[in-house]
């Protein structure tokens, strides 16, 4: 499950990767600020949405997923919004030199296009197009011996194929001036359409196919399924915790391809179960150790009742 409904609510969970992606970017910007030589300080959401969203109400009949970090009970009245990444990024006390907003839905990228108002001493860029293409699009008109960037990545579910992340990790051949932080949704992908028992047809060949594509590599597989004989013959079934497993290669990957990655942090729902995984991977060491900071932190909740 995604934070976002297709109603454009979202969550309450979403609150825990949204507190952690703001502190991480307070931090971020806070230090770069300091450097002289660093002319263009980038913030990039690839997958903006609409800016702020307004919370799902709990309905006891249809949620049984209840997130540890809200108190359903006092706000069942009430309508309560939360800002979104574009927000959490625009209410820094320090600003990002340049933000870049992409979203593909119109009628979202009409509720960002107000944020130029709202802020207009903020130099905003909004693309309405698939972020696979804008973000380079766009990230080409610098110079990375005098730019850094982070980029956000919170897809709802495949909608990042390991070429692109490769593509984010290659931009400058001399140095690494981009750090992601990227949802890694393991709901929406291992736990919703791959079956618990895998069997080989044209159906699931295509299946493999797209998660190849997504994951950049076939070792997804082995991870994810064992071979066992049974008395009805052979069976490849879903392994216990192939989600950790799958999350923590993922990383392994990344920081092949960045020079440094944090650990995974799993968004869960109250029923403990993980509905994606935050990861950062860049190539700065303090970098490094203050996004692992964060992702440990307990959750702030900003949260605007009507
Ligand atoms: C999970 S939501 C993002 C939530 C947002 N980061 C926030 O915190 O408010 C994913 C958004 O990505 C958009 N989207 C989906 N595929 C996209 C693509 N290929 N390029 C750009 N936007 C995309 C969807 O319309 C949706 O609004």
Request: aromatic share 14%; with cysteine; hydrophobic share 35%.
């Amino acid at each position: 499950m995604s934070s976002y409904c297709s109603d454009d609510t979202v969550g309450p969970w979403a609150e825990d990767k949204l507190s952690k992606l703001e502190n991480y970017l307070n931090a971020y910007i806070t230090i770069l600020k300091n450097q002289s030589w660093c002319e263009n300080i980038i913030y990039v959401d690839a997958f903006a949405a609409m800016g702020r969203a307004e919370l799902r109400k709990y309905n006891k009949e249809k949620d049984d997923e209840l997130p540890d970090l809200w108190n359903y009970e006092k706000q069942e009245e009430e309508t309560a919004y939360i800002n979104g990444s574009p927000l959490r990024a625009l209410n820094l006390k320090k600003c990002f030199t340049h933000y870049l907003f992409i979203e593909l839905d119109a009628n979202r990228v009409k509720k960002l296009q107000q944020l130029k108002t709202e802020y207009p001493d903020k130099n905003i860029e909004i693309i309405q197009d698939d972020c696979n293409k804008a973000i380079f699009d766009y990230l080409s008109r610098f110079n990375w011996k005098k730019s850094r960037g982070v980029i956000f990545l919170d897809p709802f579910g495949m909608q990042i194929p390991w070429a692109t992340i490769e593509r984010i990790a290659h931009l400058s051949p001399t140095n690494q001036p981009l750090e992601i932080i990227l949802n890694l949704p393991i709901q929406t992908t291992i736990e919703r359409f791959l079956p618990n028992k895998f069997e080989y047809n044209e159906k699931n060949g295509r299946l493999i196919q797209s998660y190849n594509d997504f994951f950049g590599s076939d070792e997804w597989f082995n991870l994810i399924y064992t071979e066992k004989q049974t008395l009805f013959g052979t069976e490849i079934a879903k392994n216990l915790g192939a989600d950790d497993t799958l999350a923590l290669w993922y990383a392994q990957r990344l920081k092949q391809l960045f020079g440094d990655v944090s650990i995974p942090y799993k968004v869960k729902n109250t029923k403990n179960r993980g509905l994606y995984y935050l990861i950062w991977a860049g190539q700065n060491a303090t970098a490094k150790k203050i996004a692992n900071y964060v992702m440990q932190q307990g959750d702030k909740l900003h949260i605007r009742k009507q």
